[in-house]
């Protein structure tokens, strides 16, 4: 597999957050002064166990906090050069933004045509009729099921629809937040292939996912994260050779349940003093 080592020199960026923080409640620090770029064409994985932040990040891109309650009280998000850290959901939409969220939230009483014609309300008819060609090219699969109420596909064709249904808007960055959750690994492997494809067709994807493996395997960078901080960021071909995440991803160390990363190195350092 040809690997793209990260460079900035690799072209411009469309994607820019730097030190972002964000409250929860005017109390709760959920995000920690949080960096991570994206270059134009790019796969970037954001990692990390539940509850990192890593969809309170997405959110903050998309302008989805004050739906939770969020503030963003530092930082900024740049996004194709302009600043849009204030914009809210529609206007980011609207920029060129699309994202897909966790748990493929299709409507389910709406044909698989419907859903996808929902994603792209504000387009004109044209643009409608290219994006149903493009969705349903890449998805041969919703192409054979466009009459068919959504709500009972499986849950791969489910999530190829939510997939389809954001680029309805022809995104130049897609935000896929868990594709792979609750999918059988053949059913992964797909989704994979499609991510794969859709960012040939030239739209960056800032993927955040569990399934190191599958999101290292086709990433240029990977961001891990923990308890809001970013606490790693490599090329995804080194990540996916260092011991501590690949121990880590892999759950147990030793008989003993890892619940952060940095358990793996404390686990090692103490292995070290009782030998």
């Known amino acids: 597999m040809l690997v793209v080592e990260w460079s900035h020199t690799l072209g411009e960026l469309v994607l820019t957050v730097q030190n972002l923080e964000v409250v929860y409640e005017d109390v709760i620090l959920v995000l920690k002064g949080v960096s991570i770029d994206v270059p134009k064409g790019s796969i970037v994985a954001?990692?990390?166990?539940?509850?990192?932040?890593?969809?309170?990040?997405?959110?903050?891109?998309?302008?989805?906090?004050?739906?939770?309650?969020?503030?963003?009280?530092?930082?900024?998000?740049?996004?194709?050069?302009?600043?849009?850290?204030?914009?809210?959901?529609?206007?980011?939409?609207?920029?060129?933004?699309?994202?897909?969220?966790?748990?493929?939230?299709?409507?389910?009483?709406?044909?698989?045509?419907?859903?996808?014609?929902?994603?792209?309300?504000?387009?004109?008819?044209?643009?409608?009729?290219?994006?149903?060609?493009?969705?349903?090219?890449l998805f041969p699969r919703l192409a054979e099921r466009r009459r068919q109420m959504a709500g009972y596909l499986s849950g791969g064709e489910q999530q190829m629809l939510v997939i389809g249904r954001a680029l309805m808007a022809d995104p130049k960055l897609l935000l896929l937040d868990e594709p792979s959750l609750g999918l059988a690994p053949l059913i992964v492997q797909q989704i994979r292939d499609l991510i794969v494809d859709i960012n040939r067709q030239g739209t960056s994807v800032l993927l955040v996912e569990q399934n190191a493996?599958?999101?290292?395997?086709?990433?240029?960078?990977?961001?891990?994260?923990?308890?809001?901080?970013?606490?790693?960021?490599?090329?995804?071909?080194?990540?996916?050779?260092?011991?501590?995440?690949?121990?880590?991803?892999?759950?147990?160390?030793?008989?003993?349940?890892?619940?952060?990363?940095?358990?793996?190195?404390?686990?090692?350092?103490?292995?070290?003093?009782?030998?």
């Open 46 to 137: 954001l990692l990390g166990a539940n509850g990192a932040g890593k969809t309170t990040v997405l959110r903050a891109i998309t302008g989805l906090l004050d739906i939770h309650r969020g503030e963003v009280t530092k930082g900024s998000i740049t996004f194709d050069g302009e600043a849009i850290h204030r914009l809210d959901a529609p206007s980011t939409v609207a920029a060129g933004i699309g994202q897909v969220m966790e748990g493929r939230r299709a409507f389910a009483e709406f044909t698989v045509e419907e859903n996808l014609r929902i994603g792209a309300h504000t387009a004109d008819r044209g643009s409608v009729n290219a994006g149903l060609d493009r969705v349903f090219t």
């Open 213 to 275: 493996n599958m999101a290292l395997s086709i990433a240029s960078h990977g961001y891990i994260m923990e308890t809001g901080k970013v606490v790693m960021d490599k090329p995804a071909a080194v990540l996916r050779e260092d011991e501590d995440v690949r121990e880590f991803y892999l759950g147990r160390h030793g008989g003993e349940e890892a619940t952060s990363f940095r358990d793996v190195k404390h686990y090692k350092r103490r292995k070290r003093w009782l030998s």
